[in-house]
T-cell receptor, first 110, second 116 residues
């Protein structure tokens, strides 16, 4: 069945790059997303990538997709304290089905 | 994008009671969804709220426990019925907009429910 896996925690020093990884099992996805959830808030769409792309860059965010290995990553350059949040990887199938990972909690060290 | 509000933002309820959560969107949307986010778990889709007809429920969720209404293209409610402590969770409304080429889903701030 469909499954999306993420590591649960990541600690990064302020100013360094953060790389959050995600693996998925089903290769029939159409889009892959990264959502950010700050404490007490809903999920905010950060970025997305079409399944036929292998890279997308948006300011400090870089998404890499390796379809062969079913691996998705989100790189945040120059990590700031405001980047502290839970990051969810999500995979879309068909018109309306999205499977989410459990989220990676990013902790910023001073 | 879409601006989504949910009411209440949080509530503490007694076992056996019911709570209705409201979701309001600032523009017309094609699809509205209800998710549950249990502690330490990923988001789980409860159902798709269909405008003018019965909601479509995912495996493990039933209408008697989670009745849903969607009277128009900008509003939906989810009721958590006959609550038990296992229903303690964050409930999130999500929408997909008309003519969005990315099929992007936007999420509300969530309703944090604690059942005693």
């Amino acid at each position: 069945g469909e499954d999306v896996e993420q590591s649960l925690f990541l600690s990064v020093r302020e100013g360094d790059s953060s790389v959050i990884n995600c693996t998925y099992t089903d290769s029939s996805s159409t889009y892959l997303y990264w959502y950010k959830q700050e404490p007490g808030a809903g999920l905010q769409l950060l970025t997305y990538i079409f399944s036929n792309m292998d890279m997308k860059q948006d300011q400090r965010l870089t998404v890499l997709l390796n379809k062969k290995d079913k691996h998705l990553s989100l790189r945040i350059a120059d990590t700031q304290t405001g980047d502290s949040a839970i990051y969810f990887c999500a995979e879309r199938f068909g018109d309306d089905k999205i499977i989410f990972g459990k989220g990676t909690r990013l902790h910023i060290l001073p | 994008s879409a601006v989504i509000s949910q009411k209440p933002s949080r509530d503490i309820c007694q076992r056996g009671t019911s709570l209705t959560i409201q979701c309001q969107v600032d523009s017309q949307v094609t699809m509205m969804f209800w998710y549950r986010q249990q502690p330490g778990q990923s988001l789980t889709l409860i159902a798709t709220a269909n405008q003018g007809s019965e909601a479509t429920y995912e495996s493990g969720f039933v209408i008697d426990k989670f009745p849903i209404s969607r009277p128009n293209l900008t509003f939906s409610t989810l009721t958590v019925s006959n609550m038990s402590p296992e229903d303690s969770s964050i409930y999130l409304c999500s929408v997909q907009k008309l003519a969005e080429s990315t099929d992007t889903q936007y999420f509300g701030p969530g309703t944090r429910l604690t059942v005693l």
